[in-house]
C-alpha cells in the first residue's frame, strides 16, 4: 500500500466521483512465501513471482475484473467496479477456478525445476465498497475500500493452499452457477457475527438464471397469451416453407427466456426439434461460444463422448442432411473441438475461416435433404461476440425459404444488424400486468389474508417485472417479514422499509453503468431529486444548460431509465423504475448526494416562486438532507403554517420537525424563535389532536425557559394561554376563566391588537362553558372594538379566523337568551365568513353550532342533514377536537330526530376517540352525556338513562361547567320521572334557579315545560 499519504491530502483529492458499489472482492497470494523466497536467489525469485503475478492479472482480466492493487505476495481484484456487471460473483469465482489451474500447472513446472512447493489460496467476498480515486493528485489510484474488502483479505487468510473460499454474500450470488461446498460457520475477526464459508469446488450446473428458476423449481407461467400466439403463427409460416426469424426484446428480468422457454416445450410437445444456445456474459472474449453451443445440441454431442464418437455422430448427420458436406468435415470436426488426426486442415485466415464455417453453418441448416421444421432458439444477444453475430445475420438472409424458425432475444441495449431483413419480426415484451402480478404473487407467497394488500406496493416496486417480484419475494421471507414456506407465507412485518434485493441491485446497477457518464451522472442527480422530476429542475440542480440536458435525456429515455410524463407546460420526467431510482441514489457517496439535495432545494425556490409554500415541506426535506440545516428549520416552519388549521396532522409533525432542527442549529436569535414558536405551535395542536401529557410538559417547560430568558411577552401570553386556558384544560371554569385572564392581561401588556383578539378569541371560551353569558358579551364586545370590521385581525395565531369564531360565539349567547332568530342570522354570517376566509375549522364549528339551532327551531330534518355533513367535512381535517364537536352535534340532532340508536353512536364514538387522543374527557364531557340520556330515555332504557344522567350532573358540577348543568339537571329530572324516582321537583328547581342566575332562558324555557309535564303526571 501506498505510505506517507497525509490524511489531508487524500480528503483533498477524494473526488466526487467516487461511488457506493455492489462487487466481489477477491484476494490471491503464494502461500508460505516468505518461507519459499529464503531458499531462493532473489533475481530467480523474482522472475518466478512475476510470472505468478501475471498468471493472477490474466486471470482477472479475463472475466473483465479489475486488479485493484499488489500486495507484495498476491493481488486484489475487483469485479464490478469500475464498471458493474450483474454477475461480478461469478466472473469472481471463475477467476479463481482459472487461477488455481494456471497456478497448479506452473506450480507442477517448478516441482520439476528447481523442485519448488508452491501453491495458491483464494479468498472471495461480496458486498458494497466505496470505489473511486484516491490519493494525491497525478498519484492518486482507482480503489475499493469497505468492510467487503477486509472480510474477502480474510477469507484468503483462512484458505488452505491450493483453495478458494467465498464467504455466504458470494455465495448467495453465484450459487447454482459455481459449485460450492459448506464449511459452515466461521468466527471472523471483525465481523460482528460468524460468516458462513464455502470452499469453490467447480464450475455448477446452471448456465443462466432460468436455469436457476428452474432448479428452484419454476413459478407459474402468467400472462404472455398475445406473445405465444405470435410465436405460434411464426411457427406455422417456418411450417410452411416460409422460414421467420422473432426477436423477442425486454430488459432484464422481464421474462425473455422463460418466454423462449415455454414455447420450446410447446414446439417438442408439437413434434418438432428445437436446438437452443446462448451467448455468455462473460463469454464475449470466447468466440462463437453459442454457435458451437448450437452445433453440439444439433448433433447430439454429450460432454463425456470420446472424440472418435464425436466424429462418427457429426458425420453421420452431416451427410444424411446433404452429402456434400463432405468436403467440410474436416473444419467442421476442428470446429467443435475434435480435429481428426488422419486429416489436416489447410491453413486459413481467420477471416476466410469465418467465411467457411459460416457457410458451413447455413449449409447445415438449410439443406436440401431436411424436411422436418427446426426451431432455433438462440438467447441472450447482447452478449454475443462478433463471429457468431455476423454468422446469425448470413444465416437470417438464407432462411426465407426453408423450414427454419430462429427465435432470439436480448435486451433493449443492443440493436440487432438485421432489424429490417423481411424474415425477421421483433417480438417486445412488456413487464407483467397487474392482474398478472397478482396471480404470480399468489402462487410464489400463497393465499393468507394478511397477504391481502400486497399486491398494489409489490407491483409498484417491480412494476411487473417477474425476476424482481420473485427475487422480493424470497428475500422479504429470508429477511423475516415473511413466514411459513414457498407458496404459503404469512406476513408478519410491513414491507415497506425494504430495500433492494443484491440480486436485482446487481442487476440494475450493471445496467446503469451502461449509460454514458453525462447520462449516468444525470440519472444520479434525478434520483435524488424525486420520483419526478422537471427537466429545468433537473438542469439547475446538475448545474447544466438545457441543451446539454435535452441530449442527455434523450439518452435516459431512450434506454427506458426515465419516461415523459408531461410535455406541456413543463417537461417532466419520472422513473420508469422505482427501484432504479433507489440503485441509482444508493451508488452515490453521502457527502455528494447531500450537495445535490441542496441544489435541488435551491433548484425549486428559485423556479417555483409562486409555489413556495406548496412546495416548503419537500424544500425542507432536501436542505435536511443537504444538510443546511438552518434553511431546512426555515422550510419546515413555513410549510407547517401553510398546512395549519387545514391539515392539523401535518402541521403539527412538522412543527415538531422545526423543534428537532432548530435544537441543531448556533445559538443565536433565530434559532431561540424557531425552537420558542415551533413548540407553542406544537402545543396550540395539541389541544386539537391530543398529545401525551409528559410530551406536552416537557414542550411547555422548554418554550417557558427559552420566552423567560427572552423576556418575550407576546410568548408568554401564548403560552398561558397553552397550557392553562385553551379547550381541553382539566381543570374547574373558575381556574380556567383565571388562567384566561391572565392570557389576556399579558397580551394587553405585550400590545399588539391581533395577539389581544387572538387570545381573547380563545380565553372565552372558558366564560362560555362557565355560561357566565354577561361576561362572554363583555369580552367579545372588546374584540370586536379592537377588530372594527377587519375580519382579517388576529388571523393565524391561535385560530384561524377569530372574527368568525367570535360572532359564532354571539349567536350562542343569543341563542341562550332565547333570542333564537337573531341567533339564527349572527350564526349564518359566522359560518358565511369562516367559509370565505379560508378557515374549516371555525367553519366546521359554526355549521355545527347552525345545525343545533336550525333543529332548536323546529327544522329538525334540515339541521339533521346539515350536522351529518359538518360531520363529513369535519372528518377530513383529522382533528379530533372538531371531530368530537361535529359528532355530539350530530347526535344531537340525531336524537331531536328521533333516531336513538344512531345519535348512541355517533356520542360514543365522539366520546371514544376525544378520549382516545386526549386522555381525558373534555369540557363538553357532560354536555355529550347528557344529549346520550336523552337518546337512552328515547329509547325506553330508563335506568341507565338515570345512571348517565347522575353521573353527568356530577361532573358538570364539579367542573362548574354551568353552561351544561342546566340541561344535565333538565336530563336527570326526565330520567327519574321515566324511573319514577324521588327529586324531580328538587333538581328542576336547582337548574331553573341557574338558569334565571346565568340568564340562560332558552334552556329555561325547557326547564318549565319539563316542569309543566311532571305537575301533569304526578
Ligand atoms: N410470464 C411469467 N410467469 C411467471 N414467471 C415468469 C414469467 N416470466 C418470467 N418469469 C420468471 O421470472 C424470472 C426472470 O425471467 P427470465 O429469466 O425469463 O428473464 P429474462 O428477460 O430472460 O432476463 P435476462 O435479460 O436477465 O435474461 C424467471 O425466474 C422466470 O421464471
Ligand atoms: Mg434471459
Redesign the pocket.
Known amino acids: 500500500m501506498r505510505t506517507g499519504v497525509t490524511l489531508v491530502a487524500v480528503i483533498e483529492t477524494t473526488r466526487d466521483d467516487a461511488e457506493r458499489k455492489q462487487v466481489t472482492v477477491l484476494f490471491a497470494d503464494v502461500s508460505g512465501s516468505m518461507d519459499l523466497a529464503e531458499g531462493q536467489d532473489p533475481e530467480e525469485w523474482r522472475k518466478i513471482m512475476q510470472r505468478f503475478f501475471s498468471i493472477l492479472a490474466e486471470a482477472v482480466t479475463k472475466f473483465e475484473g479489475t486488479v485493484d492493487k499488489f500486495t507484495g505476495d498476491g493481488i486484489m481484484a475487483v469485479f464490478g467496479a469500475p464498471v458493474a456487471h450483474e454477475d461480478h460473483a461469478q466472473r469472481a469465482c471463475y477467476a479463481a477456478l482459472q487461477m488455481l489451474d494456471d497456478v497448479a500447472d506452473y506450480a507442477a513446472e517448478l516441482r520439476r525445476g528447481p523442485g519448488l512447493n508452491f501453491s495458491t489460496r483464494i479468498g472471495i467476498n461480496s458486498g458494497e465498497v466505496v470505489a473511486g480515486a484516491i490519493g494525491r493528485g497525478s498519484d492518486s489510484e482507482y480503489t475499493a475500500i469497505g468492510h467487503t474488502v477486509g472480510l474477502a483479505q480474510r477469507m484468503e487468510a483462512l484458505a488452505e493452499p491450493g483453495k478458494a473460499f467465498v464467504t455466504e454474500h458470494t455465495a448467495e450470488l453465484a450459487a447454482g452457477f459455481l459449485d460450492l461446498d459448506d464449511l459452515g460457520e466461521f468466527e471472523i475477526k471483525g465481523a460482528s457475527r460468524p460468516v458462513r464459508v464455502f470452499e469453490l469446488a467447480g464450475v455448477g450446473q446452471v448456465r443462466?438464471?432460468?436455469d436457476l428458476?428452474r432448479n428452484r423449481g419454476?413459478?407459474?407461467?402468467?400472462?404472455?397469451r398475445d406473445e405465444m400466439a405470435e410465436l405460434q403463427r411464426a411457427l406455422a409460416r417456418a411450417a410452411d416453407g416460409d422460414g421467420r426469424a422473432v426477436g423477442i426484446v425486454?430488459e432484464?428480468?422481464?421474462?425473455?427466456?422463460?418466454?423462449c422457454h415455454e414455447f420450446s416445450e410447446h414446439c417438442r410437445r408439437e413434434g418438432y426439434e428445437v436446438f437452443e444456445a446462448q451467448a455468455q456474459a462473460h463469454g464475449t472474449s470466447s468466440p462463437y461460444l453459442p454457435v458451437l453451443q448450437m452445433l453440439r445440441s444439433f448433433f447430439a454431442i454429450g460432454d463425456a463422448d470420446p472424440d472418435q464418437q464425436v466424429r462418427e455422430k457429426i458425420a453421420g448427420r452431416a451427410l444424411l442432411l446433404d452429402p456434400e458436406l463432405v468436403g467440410e468435415l474436416p473444419l467442421l470436426f476442428e470446429f467443435l473441438g475434435v480435429p481428426d488426426p488422419d486429416r489436416s486442415l489447410p491453413q486459413l485466415s481467420a477471416e476466410a475461416r469465418r467465411r467457411a464455417l459460416t457457410d458451413l453453418v447455413c449449409g447445415i441448416v438449410n439443406a436440401p435433404k431436411r424436411s422436418r421444421t427446426l426451431v432455433l432458439v438462440v438467447e441472450?444477444l447482447h452478449w454475443i461476440d462478433p463471429g457468431s453475430e455476423s454468422m446469425m445475420a448470413t444465416l437470417l438472409a438464407t432462411i426465407a425459404t426453408t423450414r427454419t424458425l430462429l427465435v432470439v432475444?436480448y435486451?433493449p441495449e443492443y440493436e440487432p444488424e438485421w432489424l429490417d431483413a423481411p424474415v425477421y419480426s421483433s417480438l417486445p415484451l412488456a413487464p407483467?400486468e397487474r392482474t398478472d402480478t397478482g396471480e404470480?404473487l399468489r402462487h410464489l407467497a400463497g393465499t393468507d389474508p394478511s397477504l391481502d394488500g400486497l399486491d398494489e406496493p409489490i407491483h409498484e416496486r417491480t412494476q411487473g417485472n417477474?425476476?424482481f417480484i420473485?427475487e422480493l419475494v424470497r428475500e422479504l421471507a429470508e429477511c423475516g417479514h415473511l413466514e411459513g414456506e414457498r407458496g404459503a407465507y404469512r406476513l408478519i412485518r410491513p414491507i415497506d422499509d425494504h430495500g433492494v434485493p443484491v440480486t436485482v441491485q446487481a442487476?440494475l446497477a450493471a445496467r446503469i453503468d451502461r449509460l454514458t457518464p453525462e447520462a449516468k451522472q444525470l440519472l444520479q442527480v434525478a434520483s435524488v431529486v424525486g420520483k419526478e422530476v422537471g427537466a429545468e429542475a433537473l438542469g439547475l440542480t446538475a448545474g447544466l444548460e438545457q441543451d446539454q440536458i435535452d441530449a442527455v435525456l434523450r439518452e435516459l429515455v431512450g434506454a427506458g431509465f426515465l419516461y415523459e410524463v408531461e410535455l406541456y407546460p413543463r417537461r417532466i420526467l419520472a422513473f420508469r423504475h422505482p427501484l432504479t431510482r433507489e440503485v441509482a441514489y444508493g451508488t452515490q457517496l453521502a457527502a455528494s448526494r447531500a450537495a445535490t439535495h441542496a441544489a435541488a432545494a435551491r433548484a425549486m425556490i428559485e423556479l417555483e416562486p409562486d409555489r413556495h409554500d406548496e412546495l416548503a415541506a419537500l424544500i425542507a426535506g432536501h436542505m435536511e438532507a443537504g444538510e443546511e440545516l438552518r434553511e431546512a428549520a426555515r422550510w419546515s416552519a413555513r410549510a407547517a403554517f401553510w398546512a395549519g388549521h387545514r391539515r392539523p396532522a401535518d402541521a403539527l409533525r412538522l412543527w415538531q420537525d422545526v423543534t428537532r432542527l432548530a435544537e441543531q442549529l448556533e445559538e443565536d436569535e433565530e434559532r431561540s424563535a424557531l425552537a420558542l414558536s415551533s413548540r407553542l405551535q406544537q402545543l396550540d395542536f395539541s389541544w386539537r389532536l391530543g398529545m401525551d401529557p409528559a410530551e406536552a410538559d416537557a414542550l411547555a417547560a422548554e418554550a417557558k425557559e427559552i420566552a423567560d430568558r427572552s423576556g418575550d411577552l407576546r410568548s408568554l401570553a401564548l403560552l398561558k394561554l397553552m397550557t392553562s386556558a385553551r379547550p381541553g384544560v382539566s381543570r374547574r371554569a373558575s381556574e380556567w376563566i383565571a388562567a384566561s385572564r391572565e392570557a389576556i392581561a399579558l397580551a394587553d401588556e405585550a400590545g399588539d391588537v391581533d395577539l389581544r383578539i387572538a387570545i381573547r378569541a380563545v380565553g372565552v371560551y372558558a366564560q362560555m362553558c362557565a355560561g357566565d353569558l354577561d361576561a362572554v358579551d363583555t369580552v367579545l364586545d372588546e374584540i370586536f372594538e379592537l377588530a372594527g370590521d377587519d375580519i382579517e385581525a388576529g388571523a393565524n395565531i391561535v385560530i384561524t379566523c377569530p372574527y368568525s369564531w367570535a360572532l359564532m360565539a354571539r349567536s350562542i349567547v343569543l341563542k341562550e337568551r332565547d333570542r333564537l332568530e337573531e341567533a339564527d342570522a349572527v350564526a349564518g354570517k359566522a359560518l358565511h365568513i369562516a367559509a370565505t376566509f379560508g378557515d374549516p375549522e371555525t367553519e366546521s364549528w359554526a355549521r355545527g353550532n347552525r345545525a343545533t339551532m336550525m333543529a332548536e327551531r323546529g327544522m329538525i330534518e334540515a339541521g339533521l342533514s346539515q350536522a351529518q355533513r359538518n360531520y363529513e367535512l369535519t372528518e377530513r381535517l383529522g382533528d379530533v377536537f372538531s371531530r368530537a364537536v361535529a359528532l355530539t352535534g350530530l347526535g344531537l340532532a340525531q336524537t331531536m330526530a328521533g333516531e336513538h340508536t344512531a345519535a348512541i353512536e355517533s356520542l360514543d364514538l365522539a366520546e371514544a376517540t376525544y378520549r382516545e387522543a386526549m386522555n381525558a374527557g373534555g369540557e363538553q364531557e357532560a354536555w355529550r352525556g347528557t344529549i346520550k340520556v336523552w337518546a337512552l330515555l328515547g329509547l325506553g332504557r330508563d335506568e341507565e338513562a338515570l345512571a348517565q344522567a347522575e353521573r353527568m350532573t356530577a361532573i358538570a358540577r364539579e367542573r362548574e361547567m354551568y353552561w351544561q348543568l342546566p340541561s344535565a339537571l333538565l336530563a336527570l329530572a326526565q330520567a327519574r320521572r321515566a324511573t319514577c324516582s324521588d327529586g324531580v321537583e328538587e333538581v328542576l328547581d336547582e337548574a331553573t334557579q341557574l338558569c334565571n342566575r346565568l340568564g340562560h332562558l332558552q334552556t329555561l324555557r325547557k326547564i318549565e315545560a319539563e316542569r309543566g309535564v311532571a305537575t301533569a303526571t304526578s
Open positions: 443462466s438464471r432460468l428458476a419454476f413459478s407459474r407461467f402468467v400472462g404472455r425486454a432484464p428480468g422481464v421474462g425473455k427466456s422463460r418466454l441472450d432475444n435486451r407483467l404470480l417477474p425476476f420473485e442487476v
